[in-house]
Protein backbone atom coordinates (compact mmCIF):
# COMPACT_ATOMS: atom_id res chain seq x y z
CA UNK A 1 0.00 0.00 0.00
CA UNK A 2 1.41 3.55 -0.69
CA UNK A 3 1.73 6.27 1.16
CA UNK A 4 -1.20 8.01 -0.79
CA UNK A 5 -3.49 5.33 -0.23
CA UNK A 6 -2.94 5.20 3.41
CA UNK A 7 -4.20 9.06 3.84
CA UNK A 8 -6.74 7.95 1.85
CA UNK A 9 -8.00 4.80 3.69
CA UNK A 10 -7.09 7.62 6.88
CA UNK A 11 -9.19 10.24 5.49
CA UNK A 12 -12.01 7.97 4.31
CA UNK A 13 -12.14 6.69 8.20
CA UNK A 14 -11.85 9.96 9.84
CA UNK A 15 -15.03 11.20 7.69
CA UNK A 16 -17.11 7.98 8.80
CA UNK A 17 -16.21 8.36 12.37
CA UNK A 18 -17.09 11.67 12.93
CA UNK A 19 -16.21 11.80 16.57
CA UNK A 20 -12.46 12.57 15.79
CA UNK A 21 -11.18 15.94 15.20
CA UNK A 22 -7.78 15.15 13.58
CA UNK A 23 -5.72 11.90 12.94
CA UNK A 24 -1.88 11.85 13.07
CA UNK A 25 -0.50 10.49 9.49
CA UNK A 26 2.76 10.35 8.98
CA UNK A 27 4.49 11.32 5.60
CA UNK A 28 7.87 10.10 4.74
CA UNK A 29 10.33 13.24 4.21
CA UNK A 30 14.03 12.33 2.42
CA UNK A 31 16.72 14.60 3.58
CA UNK A 32 20.47 13.80 2.69
CA UNK A 33 19.16 10.15 1.77
CA UNK A 34 18.06 9.73 5.46
CA UNK A 35 14.27 9.20 6.29
CA UNK A 36 12.62 11.87 8.24
CA UNK A 37 8.59 11.48 9.09
CA UNK A 38 6.75 14.72 9.73
CA UNK A 39 3.31 14.88 11.17
CA UNK A 40 0.46 16.16 9.45
CA UNK A 41 -2.36 16.80 10.89
CA UNK A 42 -5.73 16.26 8.33
CA UNK A 43 -8.89 18.07 9.94
CA UNK A 44 -12.42 16.74 9.54
CA UNK A 45 -14.93 19.07 7.52
CA UNK A 46 -17.54 18.34 10.20
CA UNK A 47 -21.45 17.14 9.11
CA UNK A 48 -24.67 17.78 8.15
CA UNK A 49 -27.68 16.67 9.83
CA UNK A 50 -31.37 17.62 8.09
CA UNK A 51 -34.16 17.45 10.51
CA UNK A 52 -37.95 18.17 10.06
CA UNK A 53 -40.59 19.43 12.77
CA UNK A 54 -42.26 15.93 11.29
CA UNK A 55 -42.45 13.10 13.52
CA UNK A 56 -43.86 9.87 15.06
CA UNK A 57 -42.38 10.05 18.74
CA UNK A 58 -43.43 13.73 19.43
CA UNK A 59 -47.14 13.90 18.16
CA UNK A 60 -47.41 17.53 19.85
CA UNK A 61 -44.67 19.19 17.24
CA UNK A 62 -45.60 22.00 15.51
CA UNK A 63 -43.34 23.91 12.85
CA UNK A 64 -42.48 26.40 15.46
CA UNK A 65 -41.79 24.40 18.28
CA UNK A 66 -40.42 20.90 17.61
CA UNK A 67 -38.45 17.97 18.92
CA UNK A 68 -36.43 15.88 17.41
CA UNK A 69 -35.25 12.10 18.84
CA UNK A 70 -31.83 11.22 16.95
CA UNK A 71 -31.28 7.49 16.62
CA UNK A 72 -28.61 6.65 16.56
CA UNK A 73 -27.45 9.56 18.65
CA UNK A 74 -24.51 11.09 17.91
CA UNK A 75 -21.34 11.39 20.21
CA UNK A 76 -19.27 14.27 19.59
CA UNK A 77 -15.84 14.03 21.58
CA UNK A 78 -13.90 17.63 21.72
CA UNK A 79 -14.92 21.49 21.01
CA UNK A 80 -17.54 21.58 18.29
CA UNK A 81 -19.96 24.10 16.93
CA UNK A 82 -22.92 24.12 15.02
CA UNK A 83 -24.45 26.84 12.52
CA UNK A 84 -27.92 26.66 10.44
CA UNK A 85 -27.43 26.52 6.85
CA UNK A 86 -30.27 26.31 5.50
CA UNK A 87 -34.33 26.83 6.48
CA UNK A 88 -37.60 25.65 4.61
CA UNK A 89 -40.78 26.94 6.77
CA UNK A 90 -44.09 25.80 5.72
CA UNK A 91 -45.36 29.44 4.51
CA UNK A 92 -44.17 32.89 3.71
CA UNK A 93 -44.00 34.94 7.25
CA UNK A 94 -43.73 38.82 7.78
CA UNK A 95 -41.29 40.29 7.23
CA UNK A 96 -39.52 40.57 10.97
CA UNK A 97 -36.88 39.40 13.07
CA UNK A 98 -37.39 35.46 14.02
CA UNK A 99 -35.20 33.99 16.50
CA UNK A 100 -34.26 30.55 16.13
CA UNK A 101 -33.45 28.79 19.67
CA UNK A 102 -32.19 25.01 20.08
CA UNK A 103 -31.65 23.26 22.98
CA UNK A 104 -27.83 21.96 22.92
CA UNK A 105 -26.11 25.23 22.23
CA UNK A 106 -24.38 28.32 24.73
CA UNK A 107 -26.66 31.27 25.21
CA UNK A 108 -25.82 34.62 23.95
CA UNK A 109 -27.57 38.01 24.99
CA UNK A 110 -30.32 38.87 22.93
CA UNK A 111 -31.97 41.75 24.43
CA UNK A 112 -32.24 42.09 27.96
CA UNK A 113 -32.22 37.74 28.20
CA UNK A 114 -29.60 35.37 27.24
CA UNK A 115 -31.42 32.96 25.07
CA UNK A 116 -29.75 29.84 22.96
CA UNK A 117 -30.50 31.24 20.03
CA UNK A 118 -29.09 29.12 16.82
CA UNK A 119 -29.59 32.33 13.87
CA UNK A 120 -31.55 35.60 13.76
CA UNK A 121 -33.20 36.25 10.49
CA UNK A 122 -35.46 39.09 9.09
CA UNK A 123 -36.34 37.25 5.24
CA UNK A 124 -40.22 36.24 4.61
CA UNK A 125 -39.21 33.84 2.14
CA UNK A 126 -40.63 29.90 2.84
CA UNK A 127 -36.94 28.91 2.00
CA UNK A 128 -33.57 30.95 3.28
CA UNK A 129 -30.05 29.63 3.04
CA UNK A 130 -27.32 31.22 5.27
CA UNK A 131 -23.97 31.64 5.24
CA UNK A 132 -22.49 29.34 8.29
CA UNK A 133 -22.29 31.62 11.14
CA UNK A 134 -21.20 28.87 14.09
CA UNK A 135 -22.25 28.74 17.85
CA UNK A 136 -20.39 26.89 20.36
CA UNK A 137 -22.51 23.23 20.84
CA UNK A 138 -22.55 22.11 24.65
CA UNK A 139 -23.75 19.07 24.64
CA UNK A 140 -21.35 16.07 23.81
CA UNK A 141 -24.42 14.00 23.49
CA UNK A 142 -27.10 14.74 20.76
CA UNK A 143 -30.35 12.66 21.16
CA UNK A 144 -32.89 15.11 21.78
CA UNK A 145 -32.78 18.31 20.22
CA UNK A 146 -35.52 20.78 20.76
CA UNK A 147 -36.28 23.74 18.35
CA UNK A 148 -38.30 27.00 18.22
CA UNK A 149 -38.65 29.70 15.77
CA UNK A 150 -39.88 32.91 18.02
CA UNK A 151 -40.88 36.17 16.95
CA UNK A 152 -39.36 39.37 19.11
CA UNK A 153 -41.91 39.52 21.64
CA UNK A 154 -40.74 35.75 22.47
CA UNK A 155 -43.97 33.71 21.30
CA UNK A 156 -43.57 31.20 18.67
CA UNK A 157 -44.77 31.99 15.43
CA UNK A 158 -48.01 30.61 14.11
CA UNK A 159 -48.08 29.38 11.00
CA UNK A 160 -52.18 28.15 11.10
CA UNK A 161 -54.28 26.02 12.59
CA UNK A 162 -52.84 22.14 13.55
CA UNK A 163 -54.50 20.52 9.86
CA UNK A 164 -52.83 23.14 7.75
CA UNK A 165 -49.57 23.97 9.81
CA UNK A 166 -47.26 21.67 7.36
CA UNK A 167 -43.75 21.33 8.35
CA UNK A 168 -40.27 23.16 8.95
CA UNK A 169 -36.95 21.58 7.78
CA UNK A 170 -33.95 22.93 9.33
CA UNK A 171 -30.33 21.89 8.12
CA UNK A 172 -27.42 22.22 10.59
CA UNK A 173 -23.45 22.37 9.89
CA UNK A 174 -21.54 20.74 12.46
CA UNK A 175 -17.23 21.51 12.83
CA UNK A 176 -14.58 20.78 15.30
CA UNK A 177 -13.12 23.91 16.80
CA UNK A 178 -9.92 24.30 18.91
CA UNK A 179 -10.05 26.48 21.90
CA UNK A 180 -6.71 28.71 21.47
Known amino acids: MTQSDKVTRIVSIV????????????????CNKRLIYRSAFIMV?????????????????TPSSFIVQLRPEVSLKGF?????VELF???ETELK????TANFIQSSVIGESKQPVLRVFYDDKQHVTFAPEYIQVID??????????KGEEGDTIDFGTKDEEGETHLRLHFM???IV
Open 15 to 30: TAQLMIHHVSVYNPLY
Open 45 to 61: AGFYLTLTSKSSVYKDN
Open 80 to 84: WSVAL
Open 89 to 91: LPK
Open 97 to 100: PKYV
Open 140 to 149: RLLDTLEFEI
Open 176 to 178: PFS
